[in-house]
């Protein structure tokens, strides 16, 4: 096979223009040595292509080339046209044709098609995001031991996805990939295959901490647990935090000190830990930095400080809490002008995230008409819709 492989690179090297012509036909009649030789010249051709218009030319032959393969049921070229379609590469963006590829390679019981199939319903990929369709297919993959559909059914019991929260379950999950990866970095593997096992083994030390900060978190809050319990529950929260860097670890710490819960109340401290988790990356503890310099929490009052960490967090990530405490930051003129239409815009971008505070503060821009034709009826819709959605202070509003 390899070989074969090696001859069909070969005319390339003689020959480009002829070889081209060469193993396209050999594809269309099946052979997808020649197929894959191919579509190798395609990406290297497409790389050093000099210009946009010269690249698209060729991406659009590898498509033309990949259907060939698809055509004949191979899931490998079905998933390759999938991510095509997904992506644009060669042809319009066109998530609906890529799902249709992935489920076609599914439908083969090819496990990295059910994974594809799985990631589409989990994120909404040419289909209504569906968690309980997505939980389906990752629990049909990891039971072929695919260690990263693991993963992927771990992440939705951990964070309720389609199902109730469950840690233990994610844990063992977790635990099930971290096994078929080493198992499978036991032997020989090509380099990518290598550095793929190896950053799932990442992603699987990374969920388990979270699983356990969060674990942690609940038996802390349990007062009908013994004390000794919740105790080696905080000295576990706080190892996780200092020794082994885990972001929810550090976002949970702050919150028991800012909240003073089975400690004493201390805004300092809960500063330091969220200053260390916005480190890691952590755009919930960077709005929680903006609330503490607005409102003087353990440091200094600073309203553009404030504004600075809520745009930090809106910017890295489209953070709820941050887009709306940004419009707060346009409406009343903390740390930047007033601009009731950005309020307006930022208040809407949390809204669509469900943010029932943002809700809120959009009914109080129509019930004052600020930026906005003032409109009492519009102000109570957005009113009701905050404390459909857990904001009590729209309550009063109503």
């Known amino acids: 096979m390899n070989e074969l492989m090696q001859k069909y690179?070969?005319?390339?090297?003689?020959?480009?223009?002829?070889?081209?012509?060469?193993?396209?036909?050999?594809?269309k009649k099946g052979d997808l040595q020649a197929l894959s030789a191919l579509n190798e010249y395609y990406e290297r051709c497409a790389t050093e292509a000099k210009t946009a218009k010269e690249s698209s030319k060729i991406r659009q032959k590898a498509l033309k080339a990949a259907l060939l393969g698809a055509a004949q049921n191979s899931p490998y070229w079905l998933i390759w046209v999938g991510e095509m379609y997904r992506y644009g590469v060669g042809t319009e963006k066109n998530e609906k044709k890529a799902f249709s590829y992935y489920e076609k390679a599914a439908a083969l019981g090819d496990v990295d098609g059910i994974v594809k199939v799985g990631r589409a319903y989990m994120n909404g990929i040419g289909v209504p995001?569906?968690?309980?369709?997505?939980?389906?297919?990752?629990?049909?993959?990891?039971?072929?031991?695919?260690?990263?559909?693991?993963?992927?059914?771990?992440?939705q019991y951990e964070n309720g996805k389609g199902v109730k929260v469950d840690y233990e379950k994610a844990l063992e999950w977790l635990a099930r990939a971290e096994h078929s990866c080493r198992l499978r970095l036991e032997g020989e593997l090509p380099e990518k295959d290598r550095n793929y096992y190896e950053s799932l083994l990442e992603d699987v030390d990374h969920q388990r901490k979270h699983?356990?900060?969060?674990?942690?978190?609940?038996?802390?809050?349990?007062?009908?647990?013994?004390?000794?319990?919740?105790?080696?529950?905080?000295?576990?929260?706080?190892?996780?935090?200092?020794?082994?860097?885990?972001?929810r670890a550090q976002v949970s710490m702050g919150v028991l000190y800012e909240e003073g819960t089975f400690v004493e109340q201390d805004?300092?401290?809960?500063?330091?830990?969220?200053?260390?988790?916005?480190?890691?990356?952590?755009?919930?503890?960077m709005n929680n930095i903006g609330n503490f310099f607005l409102h003087g929490k353990g440091v200094a009052k600073d309203y553009g400080k404030a504004f600075a960490w809520y745009q930090k967090a809106a910017e890295l990530s489209g953070n709820a809490a941050a887009e709306c405490s940004l419009g707060m930051c346009y409406q009343y003129g903390y740390g930047t002008k007033i601009d009731y239409e950005k309020a307006r815009c930022f208040y809407e971008l949390s809204a669509k995230q469900g943010l029932g505070l943002a809700y809120y503060r959009m009914g109080l821009l129509y019930e004052q008409g600020l930026g906005v034709v003032k409109d009492i009826r519009?102000?109570?819709?957005?009113?009701?819709?905050a404390l459909d959605r857990g904001c009590r202070e729209a309550a009063l509003k109503l």
Do not use: W
Request: proline share 3%; net charge negative.
């Open 9 to 27: 690179r070969t005319l390339f090297a003689d020959n480009p223009a002829k070889a081209e012509k060469q193993l396209y036909k050999l594809a």
């Open 129 to 155: 995001a569906d968690y309980q369709k997505s939980l389906y297919y990752f629990e049909k993959a990891a039971e072929q031991d695919h260690p990263e559909a693991m993963i992927l059914t771990a992440y």
């Open 211 to 247: 699983c356990e900060s969060v674990s942690c978190v609940e038996m802390i809050g349990r007062e009908d647990c013994p004390m000794e319990q919740r105790q080696q529950a905080f000295s576990r929260l706080s190892e996780l935090a200092h020794e082994e860097g885990d972001l």
């Open 267 to 285: 805004d300092r401290k809960a500063l330091e830990y969220y200053l260390m988790a916005a480190g890691n990356g952590s755009t919930g503890a």
């Open 378 to 385: 519009i102000a109570k819709q957005y009113f009701g819709e």
